[in-house]
Nanobody
Framework: QVQLVESGGGLVQAGGSLRLSCAAS????????MGWFRRAPGKQRELVAT???????TYVDSVKGRFNISRDNAQNTVYLQMNSLKPEDTAVYYC???????????????WGQGTQVTVSS
């Protein structure tokens, strides 16, 4: 009923930039908090950044000052602008939306398919 499609990953040299996008479609009534997570090889999934419906943001310490999360409510899309990338940012990045669909009465989490970000040194 609700689909999330990510784009924007790729290979970049250290110090470079990438912009991830995640767009939701389907039976959407309302979107609450949106977030980006990542999972590096051999590590647990990590919350990278969140943005609430009022555009209040949070970041994990390791990306503060380098990453910026934003949202376009009209397009049901969340973005992650990643600057000054480091090799340790290499991971699969996933978006997560809290969605109230037209067929439910509570918010439910939906996940994107993941997009690979590789930062070379």
């Amino acid at each position: 009923q609700v689909q999330l499609v990510e784009s924007g990953g790729g290979l970049v040299q250290a110090g470079g930039s990438l912009r991830l996008s995640c767009a939701a479609s389907g039976s959407i009534f309302s979107l609450n908090t949106m977030g980006w997570f990542r999972r590096a090889p051999g590590k647990q999934r990590e919350l990278v950044a969140t943005i609430t419906s009022r555009s209040s943001t949070t970041y994990v310490d390791s990306v503060k000052g380098r990453f910026n999360i934003s949202r376009d409510n009209a397009q049901n899309t969340v973005y992650l602008q990643m600057n000054s990338l480091k090799p340790e940012d290499t991971a699969v990045y996933y978006c997560r939306f809290q969605v109230l669909s037209t067929t439910t009465v509570t918010f439910k989490d939906y996940w994107g398919q993941g997009t690979q970000v590789t930062v070379s040194s």
